[in-house]
């Protein structure tokens, strides 16, 4: 894992849409599904904590507050020459499928999925200020739009729950079967 001075950090996955939010200062949440074990508890390392208890963020995949995330995105690596002194070296670069209108990408190449990218090609960092448990449906219109939604018509509430049914109904996790999610809250330190 992480030696005793270094802060623990994880990997955690944004679609396009949400890597632009963070990047515009808008996304400063995430919500995730707890997996829950046989007796409905969260479980790490054989202790188990029911969602009420405080200790409970103790189990969250993705860490505690002062732990850091690595956002992996959808990403194309690039190898380029270039001339240093009198030296020829060979660097990589990223491209960042977020960053790139749809017909300039489709004509770039082969994209790599989020779930592939390595720590190396990662560009935003984010240090997790606090972790919660809370039902689904317990979002605020303030939280919604924390989670990077843009007040629409349909307010931000609404708007949110077509982004999480579209993400996680097809996991079984729509937003009709309020789920136990965590709430991470997050400040971006790197981009």
């Known amino acids: 894992m992480c030696s005793e001075n270094k802060i623990p950090e994880r990997p955690i996955l944004f679609s396009g849409e949400m890597v632009l939010a963070i990047l515009d200062g808008r996304k400063t949440q995430t919500r995730r599904i707890v997996k829950l074990n046989h007796a409905g508890r969260a479980q ?10 405080p200790n409970a963020i103790k189990a969250c995949p993705y860490g505690r507050p002062g732990d850091r995330l690595w956002v992996r995105e959808t990403w194309m690596p690039d190898h380029t020459q ?22 300039i990408a489709s004509g770039m190449g082969r994209w790599r999925p989020s ?7 990662s560009r935003i960092d984010l240090l997790i200020k606090d972790v919660r448990t809370e039902r689904l449906q317990q979002i605020s219109t303030e939280d919604a739009v924390a989670e990077g939604i843009k007040e629409l018509q349909g307010g931000a509430t609404v708007e949110f729950m077509n982004l999480w049914d579209s ?9 009709a079967t309020n789920p136990w ?6 400040d971006r330190i790197r981009s």
């Open 44 to 53: 790490l390392d054989g202790h188990n904590w029911h969602l009420g208890d």
């Open 82 to 103: 270039e001339l240093i002194g009198a030296q020829e070296i060979w660097r990589d670069i990223y491209h960042y499928r977020a960053d790139i209108p749809i017909d």
């Open 181 to 186: 999610v965590w709430v991470i809250e997050f």
């Open 167 to 175: 993400i996680n109904a097809k996991r079984g996790f729509g937003w």
């Open 115 to 121: 779930i592939h990218m390595p720590r190396v090609a």
